[in-house]
């Protein structure tokens, strides 16, 4: 374990996290979905998105662009759609609130979407598109987020990192689930590489003049680069159209996540679908297919299911367990060796 890690109790940061959330103001059912969100992302080995992002949102509700407290209101315009304002809240209680209408929809229906403006940064999105898998649904879900992300080299920021994920269910195993942002990395990704002093690998960064950089200081102060180049930047484009169907912020008109006291106010689509009133085996024929794919050499995609541990342990960088534990009232004293 590196030196500049703790392992820490599982249900110590589970304490932690509640606490330092409260203690931003924010509500008990917030502060649920928050926790559970950056465990989930913790235990599918996304540390960038897991605990340490959560400091994102404490932050957030110091300086007032996200309302901890805040209660989305919901609307169905249409049988199949269910609508939310989540008021400059978080994506997660908009989702929530919606869950079971949006499940029930699509049960009855065949297909069923949810569409959401005004939220904060939506985090993970195979969050959304797992829950929705566990209930046995496929699901799609795209977000956008403040302008990071050049269409090319030489020029600045346009789009988001505009995250897209989705999941199937599969056969008495986790769901089978790809989540990638637009970008060929996440923008915390260069956030932490910048923090550590590392260098970019070729390919993932502009600086402030829209030359290619490996410095991640500098990219900081430029734009990422999309994956596939123009390509890439028409997927960008793509979540950023569907994501912001219901009224969320273009990337370019978001205000940013981690600076000021304007909510980023972004907007995200998530689709669910009935597989069982297509007529086929869907988790079936799709595990068939991916362990084909696998026998002819593919790599398995996105998040591998065999590697989801809810672990009783997690081992977190040292500047950010004493950020949470002195966010949750207890300073920055060391844990017990081991975890506890």
Partial sequence: MPDDQTVVARGE?????????????????????????????EDRGFSGVGVAHLLDYLDAMDAGRLDGRAVPHLSSPTPAVVRSDARGGIAHAGFDAAFDRLTEAARRLGVAVFVQHGSYTCGQ???FTERLAGAGLVALATAVSPALLAAGP??????????MAWSVPRVQQPPLTVDQASSVTAFVAVRERAARGEALPDGWALDAEGRPTTDAEAALEGALLPFGGY???????????FSSMAGGLWSLDAPAFTAGS??????????????GALGSDVPGRV????????????????INPEQVVVADRFELQADVLDALRHRAGR????????GA
């Fill in 13 to 41: 940061v589970n304490r932690l996290c509640r606490a330092a959330l409260a203690a931003a103001g924010a509500s008990p059912g917030v502060a649920d979905l928050l926790t559970d969100a950056a465990l989930f992302a």
């Fill in 125 to 127: 999105l195979a969050w």
């Fill in 154 to 163: 030489g020029g600045g920021r346009v789009f988001g990192t505009n995250p």
């Fill in 231 to 241: 390509k890439g930047a028409n997927i960008a484009l793509f979540v950023e159209v």
């Fill in 262 to 275: 304007q909510s980023p106010s972004i907007g995200m689509f998530v689709l669910a679908v009935d597989h």
């Fill in 287 to 302: 595990e068939q297919h991916i362990d084909r794919l696998a026998d002819l050499g593919v790599r398995r995609p996105g």
């Fill in 331 to 338: 300073g920055a004293a060391s844990p017990t060796p081991g």
